[in-house]
Every structure is written in structure tokens, then in C-alpha cells.
């Protein structure tokens, strides 16, 4: 075999080294950031789980209210248009998540029979909503890796707005769901009407409500769907993180593995150089001896 | 019995502290001080400064406002992460919808509304047939080129 062939393949194997060397930094780095993201919605719990006590609660006196008495966000109405939060990936590597997140979106306009619109927030499931010709009303890229409570607001104020405004009488959410390292399960979830939970545990408190129940409520509910939307994009990032990281943890397997191949091939081809080399000069010697 | 004191926002647990004896909070119907043995109370509160007293010495934190829960004993505040400017969050929810709008030009006509329907039928099926390839072949997901 020729000498090119051998540098070829001893370029083919850098490359595939550094290669390697990426998808191994790009594995490490969403670690640590999944990390982060995990820690991020268990420090918020608290408070999460305290709402949902007090909101618990207040609603035990809810069916004694007047429907037309209830507060917006809690109205019940008959669904004419719908709106979906679409939470994805801004980025790619990310294996299958950005596409299963944007097939289950897709699915979920499909089965209803009302006009959906979207709130994007993700680059992934904006470019795909686009590119369907879907309604989208508002998007929120580059939220990145570590947001704060401050950055998601304006998301729910955008859907309570529209609820309120009856541009949409059921608001879902669709977020990757953080199951295990490995494991990340498109969700859908009903963020309004809020549903207040209905939980025992509160094991029935006569709170004094200052200045009243209803005001209470009102000023709870917002902050309630706020909170509701932070999590769930807390954990879509945690999705978001792992599946990169297990992409990339394979791709690098795959480069190793790639390189061991290469390797055995390049040897052989070395080795058979040098033979027909020796071949060579044996056969000149062989040669000169029969003059 | 004293008081067992927690502040929490959104984002994470602030302060926890137990063996206080008074908390002194800004109400939204004026200052509202709690001992022990208050009668459970919820309350929204109002920015400002709140003072925590454990034996004999005074805290003073800065509150953003939120509600103020008590319930044997426990003094829980739910926090607003910071000041809540809602004008702020209005003027960013402003602007994502106009970032949406440049591309969607009103388009709520019946005919309009099936060709995205079949469109996103195709974007679904091709999603499909993409995954099912990759299951055959197990080929498992990686970046391009390796």
C-alpha cells in the first residue's frame, strides 16, 4: 500500500481524536450544568410547596362561590382556542429531545379540534412551529441554563393575559419531564384555569385572611402559575442538560471506538508497506546474485 | 414556645432560624407584630424592612413583599424573589409578542388553518419515520460526521 494511503488514515484518526475530545468537554460541561438546574429546583420546593398548601385551603370554599364571583384565572369556560408554553432546547446535540418535545406539540394541536397558539420558549420548538405554519404568538429564546424567577414572568404574564383576555380558555404547558439521567418524558400539563390542588394535608387551619380571603386569593393565584411555569422550566433544563450529556457521552464512545478501528487498519497497512518494501529489496538482491 | 422562622422565595430558602421571640413584619393593613401563640394568620405584606427579635437582639431584613403565614408556632414567609415590577414583566411580554408578530402576519382564515395542520401532519410523520430509521439501524443519536 502506498505511503499516501498511510498518511490519510493517520489524519482521519487526528481528527476523530479531537473530535473525541469535544463531545468529552461538551459531556462534561452539561453535567455540571444539570447539575446545577437539579439543585436549582430543589432549592424553589419550599415555596412551591407552601403555596400549594395555602391555595388548598383557600379553594375548600371555592364551590360556595358564585361562578361569575371567581377569580379570572380560576374561570371555567367552554374551550374555543387553546394556548401551549412549548418549552425546548435552544440549541441542538441534545439527541432525541427537541424533536420528541416537538412531536408531542404537534400531536396535542392535532387532537384538538380548536385553534392552538403557541408561546414558544425555546429556539427548537419556535423554529419547528414556524416552519409548520402554526400560530405563534410570542417567543422566549435564550432563556439559558440558570435563569432566574425574574426571566420567566413575563412568560406567564403573556398566557394570563391572553386567558384573561379569552384569546385562550385553556392554557397547557409542554415540557420535557425529568424522569432519570437517561430517561426525559414530554409532559403535557394544564397550567389554567388553575386547579387548585386538593390536599388533606393542610389538615384544615382557620386562618385569619388580612385583608380578606378574596384579596388573598388574587394576589396568590398569579404568583401560584408563576411558580408552576419556573419548576417546570427548571426541570425541562435538567432534561435538557442530561440528554445532551448522554449524546455526547455516546458520540464519544462512538469516536473511541472509531479510532480503535482505525488504528488496526492503519498497523496493518504499515506492516504490509514495510513487506513489500523488504519484498523489494530481497527481490533486487536476488537479482544481482543470479549475474 | 418560641417562634420558628422561615423566609422563602421562589428560588431558594433565605433565612431559617428557630428560638425567636418576636417578629415585627409590615402588613398590608399596617405593622404587624407576632408572639408566640398568634392565632394562625395569613397575610399579604407590603415592602419593607421586617425585624426578626432573638433573645434581646434585633435583625432588620428588607422585604420585597409577598404574604406572611402563621401556624403553631411557625412563622413562614413566602417572599417575592424581588420587588415585583409588573410594568417590567408587561414591557417584556410586550416584546415577545412582537417578535412573534413579525413573522405571523394574521393569518386566522379556515384555509389558513388547515394548510398548518397538514403541514404540521408532515413535519410529524417525517419525525416519525426519522425515529423509526434510527431504532432499525441503532444508530444511537450523535453529532453529524463522527
Known amino acids: 500500500m502506498a505511503m499516501g494511503t498511510l498518511r490519510q488514515i493517520r489524519r482521519r484518526i487526528r481528527s476523530i481524536q479531537s473530535t473525541a475530545k469535544i463531545t468529552r468537554a461538551m459531556e462534561l460541561v452539561a453535567a455540571s450544568k444539570m447539575r446545577r438546574a437539579q439543585l436549582n429546583a430543589l432549592a424553589g420546593r419550599p415555596y412551591a410547596e407552601k403555596m400549594r398548601w395555602v391555595l ?26 387553546m394556548e401551549i408554553i412549548l418549552v425546548t432546547p435552544d440549541r441542538g446535540l441534545a439527541g432525541g429531545l427537541p424533536s420528541s418535545m416537538n412531536r408531542r ?28 405554519g402554526q400560530q405563534v404568538v410570542a417567543e422566549f429564546i435564550a432563556i439559558g441554563d440558570n435563569p432566574g424567577y425574574e426571566e420567566i414572568r413575563p412568560i406567564a404574564q403573556v398566557v394570563m393575559q391572553d386567558f384573561t383576555a379569552g384569546l385562550a380558555d385553556e392554557v397547557y404547558l409542554i415540557y420535557a419531564e ?22 388533606a394535608e393542610t389538615a384544615r387551619v382557620d386562618y385569619i385572611y388580612e385583608p380578606g380571603r378574596e384579596a388573598v386569593l388574587a394576589e396568590l393565584l398569579p404568583r401560584y402559575v408563576e411558580r408552576q411555569l419556573y419548576g417546570a422550566i427548571l426541570e425541562a433544563i435538567a432534561s435538557e442538560q442530561s440528554a445532551r ?47 | 414556645m418560641p417562634l420558628k422562622v422561615d423566609i422563602v422565595t421562589a428560588e431558594r430558602l433565605v433565612y431559617s432560624e428557630e428560638g425567636v421571640d418576636e417578629v415585627v413584619a409590615p402588613g398590608i393593613d399596617g405593622e404587624l407584630t407576632v408572639l408566640p401563640m398568634h392565632a394562625p394568620l395569613l397575610t399579604m405584606i407590603k415592602p419593607g424592612i421586617m425585624r426578626i427579635v432573638k433573645g434581646g437582639q434585633d435583625t432588620d431584613m428588607a422585604i420585597t413583599g409577598g404574604f406572611l403565614e402563621v401556624r403553631d408556632d411557625r412563622v413562614t414567609i413566602l417572599a417575592d424573589a424581588a420587588e415585583r415590577a409588573d ?60
Do not use: C, W
Request: net charge positive; aromatic share 2%.
Open chain 1, 56 to 81: 388548598a385551603d383557600l379553594a375548600e370554599t371555592l364551590p360556595l362561590i358564585e361562578p361569575e364571583a371567581l377569580h379570572p384565572l380560576l374561570q371555567r369556560r367552554e374551550v374555543k382556542a
Open chain 1, 105 to 132: 406539540a404537534a400531536q396535542f394541536i392535532l387532537e384538538r379540534g380548536v385553534p392552538v397558539r403557541v408561546v414558544a420558549a425555546g429556539r427548537k420548538g419556535r423554529d419547528f412551529m414556524r416552519r409548520t
Open chain 1, 178 to 199: 425529568y424522569v432519570n439521567t437517561v430517561t426525559q418524558r414530554p409532559q403535557v400539563f394544564k397550567l389554567l384555569p388553575v386547579e387548585p390542588p386538593a390536599e
Open chain 1, 245 to 291: 450529556m448522554v449524546a455526547m457521552r455516546n458520540a464519544t464512545d462512538n469516536a473511541n471506538e472509531l479510532m480503535r478501528d482505525l488504528t488496526l487498519v492503519y498497523n496493518k497497512a504499515r506492516q504490509e508497506a514495510i513487506t513489500s518494501e523488504l519484498l523489494d529489496i530481497t527481490g533486487g538482491v536476488e537479482a544481482l546474485k543470479g549475474k
Open chain 2, 87 to 146: 410594568e417590567i414583566d408587561v414591557v417584556r411580554a410586550e416584546e415577545a409578542r412582537r417578535r412573534a408578530e413579525r413573522v405571523l402576519e394574521e393569518r386566522v382564515s379556515e384555509e389558513e388553518l388547515a394548510r398548518a395542520a397538514a403541514s404540521l401532519q408532515r413535519a410529524l410523520l417525517r419525525l416519525k419515520v426519522a425515529e423509526r430509521r434510527r431504532r432499525r439501524t441503532g444508530l444511537r443519536p450523535g453529532p453529524p460526521g463522527v
